[in-house]
């Protein structure tokens, strides 16, 4: 067997039209829904649920009031798994994002108190106000879906999803998060403020009583369940991607690493995530196989949080996005 070969590799059953209109009926119930209460940000929720469907996390980012937390909260509300909240601030503690030990007196030995990172859905809201020894506290459970509290490993049941919130705008008490922390993120996206009729539309809502997050939360229906997610993952998994399209999206995530503005390009997390969410874009699009515009979509939110410009590029009004859509309009196509 040579170095390159996969032992015991088999063939893996592509997914089937069915499990596609599967995906794409639940997205619509999901968008609708999600719709009648959140006005504009039709891109947030699509990658939201495109995180879901990939098995990763998502890092959301913007401006106070552009429906980062809302958002959030629905999709745990449609989603009948565990659903944990934490408000981060800066005297927070590992232990208390983790778990501690704690000593019962009745039975004479330490049990496991177990933190809210111990559930399905975990919303993380203003990650950027915890200390980097709490951010890091994330760092394990993100990549391996465990945690380790005294020397002893804690499995976190799946699907584990984590959506954290930050506005990178402030600049009081927030401390930035590490380049290994936000690469754990599968995806990133910043919010935006609304156009001017979007504006009104909110408005409006707001004037007519539709916008009470207590009252329209409290009474949705879930959507989907712990094992319709798993099952979820495991079809868009099976979408497929033809060896050109293996070799496009390597061509996009090399020249990251060697574009002359970029002093940090991203790293193979960035391939991962661009595989897997063209894998989903796809089947969104009732599609069993990915195309080069599967890739395009989804390669601002997955490759944009994973690389750092240089000081020249920076002080010369050089952005991330301007990087990111030169190397989309560089790299060919197959």
């Not at 996969?6 to 119930?29: C, G, H, K, M, Y």
């Not at 984590?162 to 996206?189: C, G, H, V, Y």
């Not at 997390?269 to 080069?292: D, F, T, V, W």
Request: glycine share 6%.
């Amino acid at each position: 067997m040579t170095d390159t070969e996969v032992p015991n590799s088999t063939p893996q059953r592509r997914i089937d039209d069915s499990e596609l209109q599967d995906i794409s009926a639940v997205f619509e119930d999901i968008r609708n829904t999600i719709g009648k209460f959140i006005v504009g940000n039709d891109r947030l929720v699509e990658l939201v649920f495109i995180s879901l469907l990939s098995g990763g996390h998502i890092l959301i980012e913007g401006f106070p009031g552009t429906a980062k937390t809302t958002c959030a909260k629905i999709v745990s509300a449609l989603a009948d798994c565990e659903f944990k909240r934490m408000q981060c601030a800066v005297d927070i503690q590992p232990a208390d994002i983790i778990g501690i030990h704690t000593w019962d007196q009745e039975k004479k030995e330490f049990r496991m108190r177990k933190g809210p990172i111990f559930s399905n859905i975990f919303l993380i809201d203003e990650i950027n106000r915890l200390s980097p020894k709490s951010q890091s506290a994330f760092l394990e459970a993100m990549s391996e879906c465990q945690a380790t509290v005294d020397g002893i490993r804690f499995d976190i049941s799946k699907p584990f999803f984590a959506i954290a919130t930050q506005n990178p705008f402030e600049k009081e008490s927030i401390f930035p998060l590490s380049e290994s922390q936000r690469d754990r993120f599968m995806f990133s996206i910043q919010t935006r403020h609304l156009e001017g009729e979007e504006e009104r539309e909110l408005i409006r809502r707001e004037q007519e009583g539709f916008l009470n997050p207590e009252k329209f939360i409290g009474a949705l229906s879930p959507i989907l369940t712990r094992h319709k997610i798993l099952q979820l993952i495991d079809s868009t998994t099976r979408v497929h991607a033809e060896p050109h399209m293996q070799e496009y999206i390597k061509d996009i995530v090399m020249a990251t690493r060697f574009h002359g503005d970029i002093y940090l390009g991203s790293s193979s997390r960035g391939s991962i995530a661009l595989l897997r969410g063209a894998k989903a874009c796809a089947a969104l699009e009732n599609r069993s196989y990915i195309i080069p515009d599967d890739v395009k979509k989804i390669a601002p939110y997955a490759i944009q949080h994973r690389i750092i410009l240089t000081r020249e590029a920076e002080f010369s009004g050089v952005t991330i996005p301007q990087v990111m859509q030169e190397i989309i309009e560089s790299v060919e196509v197959p």
